[in-house]
């Protein structure tokens, strides 16, 4: 059974940091195309970042300069690390993951697992 | 604003069927797959359907994806009570180079 486990979510100020981690069971971390994805309250899905089995990672525009993705191979983890927050970041954040592709019907990302997800607040 | 568009609300009587549309452009929809995605009240989003129209195993069949063009469609036939959730239809955006979720339906079963 595959699980994905979201840890180090809360309560920070603005301009603060944090780190969340994504422990993965089932599941080859560093063999899956693996993003975080966050939803502000009341609102829809935001993809904020990925790291791809190579190693190759991008960002959101929102997100870029200010959070890093990366993932520890051997404890099949995956991370992100938010500094410079804002309010606008506050929100639950979710590692999700599974293949991508570039087939006859385009280019494809499923994300096939989900973690429960972590909130991350920013407020003083 | 989403660079998918749905409409923010459907609802529908149990066993009937409503259909979900999902409207993009010749960047994203119009060139890779699309992939939908339930999201029950307080739980992390599922994976629906994914390449368009193929379900995930242990997804009913009353669930079916369609694309034309650079819109898709997703269709729940036979609805019931526990389909009332909020669904994202997603795919891979070319110009963006990442993926993109339109801003989610919230369907009520009335």
């Known amino acids: 059974e595959v699980q994905l486990v979201e840890s180090g979510g809360g309560l920070v100020q603005p301009g603060g940091s944090l780190r969340l981690s994504c422990a993965a069971s089932g599941f080859t971390v560093n063999s899956n195309y693996m993003s975080w994805v966050r939803q502000a309250p009341g609102k829809g899905l935001e993809w904020v970042s990925v790291i791809y089995s190579g190693g190759s990672t991008y960002y959101a525009d929102s997100v870029k300069g200010r959070f890093t993705i990366s993932r520890h191979n051997s404890e099949n983890t995956l991370y992100l690390q938010m500094d410079s927050l804002r309010a606008e970041d506050t929100a639950v954040y979710y590692c999700?993951?599974?293949?991508?592709?570039?087939?006859?019907?385009?280019?494809?990302?499923?994300?096939?697992?989900w973690g429960q997800g972590t909130l991350v607040t920013v407020s003083s | 604003q989403s660079v998918l568009t749905q409409p923010p609300s459907a609802s529908g009587t149990p066993g009937q069927r409503v259909t979900i549309s999902c409207s993009g452009s010749s960047s994203n929809i119009g060139s890779n797959y699309v992939y939908w995605y339930q999201q029950l009240p307080g739980t992390a989003p599922k994976l629906l359907i994914y390449k368009n129209n193929q379900r995930p195993s242990g997804v009913p069949d009353r669930f079916s994806g369609s694309k034309s063009g650079t819109s898709a469609s997703l269709a729940i036939s036979g609805l019931r009570s526990e389909d009332e959730a909020d669904y994202y239809c997603a795919t891979w955006d070319d110009s963006l180079s990442g993926p993109v979720f339109g801003g989610g339906t919230k369907l009520t079963v009335l």
């Open positions: 999700a993951g599974g293949p991508y592709y570039y087939e006859s019907g385009g280019y494809g990302v499923s994300f096939d697992y």
